[in-house]
């Protein structure tokens, strides 16, 4: 019996295996970093003020103090995208681990309210810490993701029906709103309001060399072992039973997901504040292009994600110049609707 | 048998004329506390003088023209609120919904954040269009809601309903956030004052804006207690009874939708007063309508009055949106509900 349930998942592994398409997901890795190459320039070049391809140029290899367009680059917008790249790839890569590891089409690190954890988190320390070193400040925003998450899975896990998708998103809004509203109290009563409208409403704006320091080593870092466990998250996507007849270690691959998931989450919120729905959208997008194998799964939404945040921040910074739309109203504004097809298309799937 | 079954209804009617007496009878306590707490402290001997003429001019503007309006708001958006819950919750047969919840809230918000940037609420009159503005977005915002929530082969399914109208929520807040980069500060103040859910309008005006819809709408459901009970029994034995479903729940809706409206416009988007109130009267009174509507606009009345006292007390001088104050008694309540809920 045994066996032949193993003979089976094994097939069923195979299965997803083929629907891989290595040769796309290669192409849009190369096609997705020249892109981003491409929005690179795109970006520092477009803004409040416009900055020509030579003056770049030479704000890397000619970097002149006194050119103040040189300034402008090298310490407002180059840091500026390199944190939209990093912050859409973490929120690419947590959502894709969520929904492979839950299976739940619907996972996303906002939608179930780790974003709010991390934001109440960097509320508290706004107030009781004011001028903490940025490090701490990330540490804390980790611990706010891990308590969002846990609570949102503790109250799915009480629930009779135990974890249905629907049951999460619902008590990830419920604890979004109680959260949300915690920090907005925290907030007044500290007078840092001010200082946490941004994170409500996100942005790269305020990303400074001194934070890409801390976050950029550990969001490589996560993504690397985000793809050495994905091999096991392919396995555990197709369920729990298929990979216990496979002799997979289950426990350990969700604690691994779980701590790189807080991390990745917690750290683009420090950066960018609660931006919701890119961790929906994009593992969705690559599973259309390059199938259900998460060894490709993880790496290319790392990439599209990347490019996304990038190209919604431009689109942030110049579609209403000289003001900013807040980027996390931009990507809600696409995410819902594609939000609203997943709920309506997902009877099977939900 | 039939006595006995007679007694339990007299029974159960004392109870709730019971509840209700008490509920009253914490509003009016609440009523008095909140008038004398505050920033400027008033003791109570003063609140009794002034409000039969004794006191002095100070005073009396104070208690007249700025805290009593909206303690009277309070009382009316909390009553509201939760009776247009009372009704979603039986015309959709979920347990979860609530205008907050579910984004007509939002919707609301929406237009009235429009109408507020295009006629400035400075124009005399304009206040009382605002009810009505209000209800027009929370009406075309419950049927984007419906339809998108609505399958062919399996009508509307409760939880999908609830999704979708986060989901909706969502994104008409942030749409809200884009809108504001378009308008002036002092209308970019007013769109976050109302995202936080405080209670913004707070002069007698409108009052007398609210107060017609209630005055409407409160009675006319009130009748339709019994309708609402037969809908609670089922769709084939409403249809066996000879009820006009269809007729029935769009109605009921529309009231439903025009008495958060309503309540919205004037307050900001407060959410899960429509979800507690009828909750906890459902555990104290039982199910019949004709009970669970009035006792629940009574605790919802209580309920936001008592968040509106604590946000302006707790935090002085700073006032905490009473949204705030009510989303963290509610959220848990959510949760716990969530968690209990069969499918």
């Known amino acids: ?350 | 048998m039939m006595s006995q079954k007679t007694a339990g209804l007299i029974k159960r009617q004392k109870k709730a004329v019971f509840v209700g007496i008490s509920l009253v009878v914490i509003l009016i306590v609440l009523f008095v506390v909140s008038l004398n707490t505050g920033v400027m402290k008033i003791d109570p001997l003063t609140v009794i003088k002034t409000v039969f003429g004794q006191g002095e001019a100070t005073d009396e503007l104070l208690l007249f023209e700025f805290r009593l309006p909206r303690i009277v708001i309070a009382v009316l958006i909390g009553m509201g609120l939760a009776m247009s819950g009372a009704v979603l919750q039986g015309v959709v047969k979920n347990p979860l919904a609530d205008p907050g919840i579910i984004g007509i809230n939002a919707g609301a918000g929406l237009a009235i954040t429009l109408f507020v940037t295009y006629f400035s609420t400075e124009v005399g009159g304009s206040v009382f269009l605002m009810p009505i503005v209000a209800f027009i977005g929370a009406g075309l915002t419950a049927v984007t809601i419906y339809a998108f929530s609505y399958k062919k082969d399996e009508g509307i399914s409760p939880i999908r309903l609830i999704l979708v109208g986060v989901a909706v929520a969502a994104g008409i807040s942030a749409l809200m956030i884009v809108l504001t980069l378009k308008i002036d500060p002092k209308t970019y103040d007013f769109v976050a004052t109302w995202l936080a859910g405080s209670i913004w309008g707070s002069s007698w005006n409108f009052v007398f804006a609210l107060l017609p819809w209630l005055i409407v709408l409160m009675p006319y459901v009130y009748f339709k207690a019994k309708v609402l009970d037969v809908m609670n029994l089922g769709d084939s034995t409403a249809v066996s009874l000879g009820m006009n479903l269809e007729k029935e729940r769009r109605t009921l809706l529309a009231a439903a939708v025009g008495l958060a409206a309503a309540s919205v416009s004037v307050s900001g988007g407060i959410g899960f007063v429509g979800l507690i109130a009828p909750h906890m009267t459902r555990r104290i009174v039982g199910e019949a309508y004709r009970y669970v509507l009035p006792i629940s606009a009574l605790i919802g009345g209580v309920l936001v009055l008592a968040a509106d006292t604590i946000g302006r007390v707790i935090l002085q001088p700073a006032e905490i949106p009473t949204g705030v104050v009510v989303a963290i008694i509610g959220a848990p309540y959510f949760l716990y509900l969530l968690a209990k809920l069969n499918d």
């Open chain 1, 1 to 350: 019996m045994a066996k032949n349930a193993t003979i089976e998942s094994k097939a069923q592994v195979k299965a997803v295996k083929k629907t891989a398409k290595p040769i796309r997901g290669t192409i849009i890795i190369i096609s997705g970093l020249v892109f981003l190459c491409f929005s690179f320039i795109l970006s520092i070049s477009l803004g409040a003020a416009d900055i020509n391809l030579s003056t770049i140029y030479n704000a890397f290899f000619n970097f002149d103090t006194g050119v103040t367009q040189h300034q402008i680059i090298r310490e407002l917008r180059f840091p500026r995208i390199i944190g939209a790249a990093l912050v859409g790839a973490a929120f690419s890569v947590a959502g894709a681990l969520m929904q492979g590891m839950t299976r739940n089409p619907l996972a996303d690190s906002g939608l179930l309210g780790l974003n709010a954890g991390a934001v109440m988190m960097l509320a508290i320390s706004f107030s009781f810490f004011p001028g903490m070193p940025y490090v701490y400040t990330v540490l804390l925003s980790f611990f706010g993701a891990a308590l969002g998450a846990s609570i949102v899975y503790g109250v799915g896990s009480l629930s009779k029906n135990g974890l249905t998708p629907i049951r999460l998103v619902l008590a990830g809004a419920a604890v979004t709103a109680l959260l949300t509203a915690l920090s907005e109290g925290i907030a007044l009563y500290f007078n840092v309001g001010q200082d946490m409208a941004f994170w409500y409403a996100g942005g790269v704006s305020s990303t400074k060399w001194e934070h890409l320091i801390v976050i950029t080593p550990i969001v490589i870092i996560m993504i690397f072992i985000a793809m050495r466990i994905s091999r096991s998250i392919t396995i555990l996507s197709l369920g729990e039973e298929v990979a216990v007849s496979l002799g997979e270690r289950t426990v350990r691959t969700k604690l691994i997901s779980i701590l790189v998931i807080v991390v990745l989450a917690g750290l683009a919120v420090s950066v960018v504040g609660a931006v919701s729905f890119v961790g929906l959208i994009v593992p969705h997008l690559t599973r259309k292009i390059v199938g259900y194998d998460y060894r490709w799964i993880i790496p290319v939404s790392a990439v599209v994600g990347a490019v996304l945040v990038v190209v919604a921040d431009l689109l942030a910074r110049t579609l209403n110049a000289p003001f900013e739309i807040p980027i996390g109203a931009l990507i809600s504004l696409i995410g819902v609707p594609f939000f609203l097809y997943l709920a309506r298309k997902g009877g099977k799937e939900l």
